[in-house]
C-alpha cells in the first residue's frame, strides 16, 4: 500500500509505518502547489495529511479515485468533508487526546498573558522602554476565584477547565451540544445557555470542534454582551471568531483582552490592527507543538493507517460509523 506523507513527521510514525512494510511517498519539497499535491495523491492509496491548506472535499475524491484512507495529523478534522468521505467509505483518521495538555496549556498561558500584557511589557523591554515605576501603568488582572466559561468542553475543555480551577480556583460554567457529566462531577462545572456563557464569563475560552455553523460566532454581538473585565481565548479555530469585530470591542473596552492561538484568517497579516493593541497576545497555531504532542500524534495517525491497512477500524477515526477497507 502506498501511502503519501506531505511533509516530514517525528520518526516515530515513520517506523511505524515502515514496520508495517509500506511504501512512503515524501514529496519532492513541502510547498507543493494545489496540482502538484493532487498529483501525488492520484499515486497513493492513503494519505498521512499534514496541516489543513488542502481541503479534502467532493473535488479531492473525485480527482483521487484511487485514495482509500486519510489519516489527518491533527484532532481538527474541519478541512474534510466528512459527509462525502463517508459516502465514499474512506475513513478519516484523526490524534485526539495526544494534543490535549499541550493544546489546554496554550489556553491557559494566553489567559495569563492577557491578564497581566505580558507581549505588551516584553515588547516595551525590548524597545529600551522599561519605564520608571508607575503605580498606575499597565496593571493587569488577577484570575483568582473568577469565572472561566467554556465554549465546547471536550477533553483539551476540561484540561483547561481543571488547571484553571487548581490554579485560580475558577468557577466552571461551560455550554457545550451536549453536557458534560464528568466535568459537572470532577470540576463541579455548571451547564449555562450561550447567552449565559457570553454574559457571565470573565474568561472565555473557545475549545469546540469547528462546523459552518460556528463561521464568526463571536461577533460583534456577542462581544457586546460580554463583561468589560472579560478575557476571550481562542485556541481552537480562527472561524470562530470575526477578526475585525473583536478588534474593535477591544478597542472600544467592551472586553478586556484577548489571546488567541489561532487567527481569523490564517496566517494573521503583519499589519493587523489587532497586534498594536496592549490587551492582546497572539501566537502562530503552536497548541500541539511540543516533542511529546507531535510524537504522539505522529504515532497516532501511523496507527491509524497500519490499522487500515490490514483491514480493521482505525482506532481514532472521525467518521467510525463506516469501514470499508477495500484495499
Ligand atoms: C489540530 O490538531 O487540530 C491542531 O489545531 C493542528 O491543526
Same mark, same amino acid.
Given at each position: ?212 455553523? +460556528? ?100 482506532? +481514532? ?11
Amino acid at each position: 500500500m502506498k501511502v503519501f506523507i506531505n511533509k516530514r513527521i517525528p520518526e516515530t510514525g515513520i517506523k511505524i509505518l515502515e514496520e508495517e512494510g509500506l511504501e512512503i511517498i515524501f514529496p519532492q519539497h513541502e510547498n507543493l502547489s494545489h496540482e502538484e499535491w493532487l498529483k501525488y495523491c492520484q499515486n497513493a492509496d492513503a494519505i498521512l495529511s499534514i496541516g489543513n491548506d488542502f481541503k479534502y472535499n467532493k473535488g479531492f475524491f473525485e480527482a483521487c479515485p484511487s485514495i482509500k484512507a486519510i489519516a489527518l495529523y491533527s484532532v481538527g478534522f474541519d478541512h474534510v468533508d466528512i459527509k462525502e468521505a463517508s459516502q465514499r467509505n474512506i475513513p478519516i483518521g484523526n490524534t485526539p487526546d495526544v494534543l490535549s495538555k499541550a493544546t489546554s496549556d496554550v489556553a491557559f498561558l494566553l489567559m495569563q498573558a492577557v491578564a497581566r500584557r505580558a507581549s505588551y511589557n516584553f515588547q516595551k523591554v525590548k524597545e529600551g522602554n522599561w519605564g520608571a515605576f508607575d503605580p498606575l501603568h499597565a496593571l493587569g488582572q488577577e484570575l483568582y476565584g473568577k469565572t472561566l466559561g467554556i465554549f465546547g468542553l471536550g477533553r483539551i475543555g476540561f484540561e483547561m477547565a481543571e488547571k484553571s480551577q487548581k490554579a485560580f480556583d475558577m468557577k466552571i460554567i461551560y455550554h457545550n451540544r451536549h453536557p458534560n457529566g464528568e466535568a459537572e462531577k470532577e470540576l463541579g462545572a455548571t451547564y449555562v445557555s450561550f447567552e449565559e456563557l457570553i454574559k457571565n464569563s470573565d474568561v472565555l475560552s473557545v475549545h469546540a470542534n469547528f462546523t459552518p455553523e +460556528h463561521q464568526e460566532l463571536f461577533n460583534h454581538e456577542v462581544f457586546e454582551q460580554m463583561k468589560t473585565n472579560a478575557i476571550f481565548i481562542n485556541t481552537a479555530r480562527g472561524g470562530f471568531h470575526h477578526q475585525k469585530d473583536l478588534y474593535h470591542a477591544l478597542v472600544k473596552k467592551q472586553i478586556w483582552g484577548a489571546g488567541l492561538d489561532v487567527t481569523n484568517p490564517e496566517p494573521m497579516m503583519k499589519d493587523d490592527p489587532i497586534l498594536e493593541l496592549s490587551s492582546v497576545c497572539v501566537l502562530p497555531h503552536i497548541g500541539s507543538a511540543t516533542i511529546e504532542a507531535r510524537n504522539g500524534m505522529a504515532k497516532l495517525a501511523a496507527e491509524n493507517i497500519t490499522a487500515f491497512s490490514k483491514g480493521q477500524r482505525m482506532p +481514532h477515526c472521525a467518521n467510525p460509523e463506516i469501514y470499508s477497507p477495500t484495499l
